[in-house]
């Protein structure tokens, strides 16, 4: 198990924020979400994260109102991502990060990171000079750190930290005990070749966009069985104990989640070796339970041209493969009256690109037509 000396952080990650509507990403319900930064100031945190991207487009605003026009600039750090998929040619690089300054009203970022490095988005970021780019933006002042967020399997990791680890000073990846050992996701290689290079680590999903703290009944009684510890704590410590990391990024959609996180990190204990095998363990049966291993980051959504409400059919067939209910068959008649049902995929493929787990979401959407539309 990896060692972590240093003192890991808790980071305000502002794409799942409380809405008006939840249908509409696009809707941040402002007086939580002010309440929520006041909380996480007070408790001695100061980490944010957004992107050009999220809540459609209106996250960095949000941060702006809530954030920097009411406390000094000195006392947060803000890390936002050049939008890789709307990279077309090398000024495009200026101009976004220019867009993204006057959204959050700042000069300057703390953290400057090229979004969703996979296979296919690195060749955007290499014919844009995007990593020449960022160099240079590091170089002028307008950030302080510059980096990538990654979601691609370890070849490709190593092929990007071979080429830029001399220029670049983190790597936001995908870690949490549950993709620890997956084939897909690969946290624990990632890991690895992170420490290898010597590279700083931001974690991002390590509660899985919800999955590790809504695990079925017969997961939660192990849970409790072992200790009095939260779901959502067990997760975070996970990620945090873990070397080279400096920041545990998390979602967080409420008050309630703010302040149960804040407390884990305010109390940090490191995971043991008893533990570790622990949650291994439950990370197996955690996998038994899950058909469809959907991070809920909705990346996929403003893609498809049917208008498919992508993860939350996913979280329905999930619900349906565990509990078997009446009112998944309801829901899912609701959000495909107002959408479009899953058997409208052309199978264009388009989506997939986008998707931060890998999946063939086309493929899946076959699976959630048979269950849903007999
Ligand atoms: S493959 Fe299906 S779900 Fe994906 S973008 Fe095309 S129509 Fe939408
Ligand atoms: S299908 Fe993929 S891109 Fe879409 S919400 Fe799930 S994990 Fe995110």
Known sequence: MAENSTKVQLGFGAMRLPQTDANNPATIEMEEFTQMVDYYMEQGF??????????????????????????????Y?????????????????????????????????????????????????????????????????????????????????????EKYSDIIDIVQIQLNYMDWNDQRIQSKKLHRLCVK?????????????GTLVNVADSVKQQFEEYSDNSIADWALRFAASQENVSIVLSGMSNLEQMKENCETFKNFEKITRDEHRFLMKMAREIKKTLAIDCSF??????????????????????????YSLEANFANYATAAGSNAPASACTQCRTCVDYCTQQLDIPELLLDVADLFEP
Do not use: Q
């Open 46 to 75: 100061d980490y944010f994260d957004t992107s050009y991207a999220y809540h459609g487009e209106t996250s960095e605003d949000a941060l702006k109102k809530a954030l920097v026009e009411r406390y000094p600039r000195e006392s």
């Open 77 to 161: 750090r803000i890390a936002d991502k050049i939008p890789t998929w709307l990279l077309t040619k090398e000024s495009d690089n200026e101009d976004l990060v220019n867009t993204m300054l006057e959204r959050l009203g700042i000069d300057y970022f703390d953290v400057l990171l090229i979004h969703n490095i996979n296979n296919v988005f690195i060749n955007l970021a290499e014919s844009a000079k995007s990593f020449e780019y960022i160099k240079k933006a590091k170089e002028e002042g307008k950030a302080l750190k510059i980096g990538i967020s990654y979601h691609d399997k370890e070849d490709l990791l190593e092929e990007v930290l």
């Open 197 to 209: 290079y010597g590279v700083e680590i931001i974690v991002m999903e390590p509660i899985k966009g």
């Open 297 to 322: 980051c909705g990346y996929c959504v403003k893609e498809c041209e049917m208008n498919i409400p992508i993860p939350d059919f996913f979280n329905l067939y999930n619900s349906e493969k565990l």
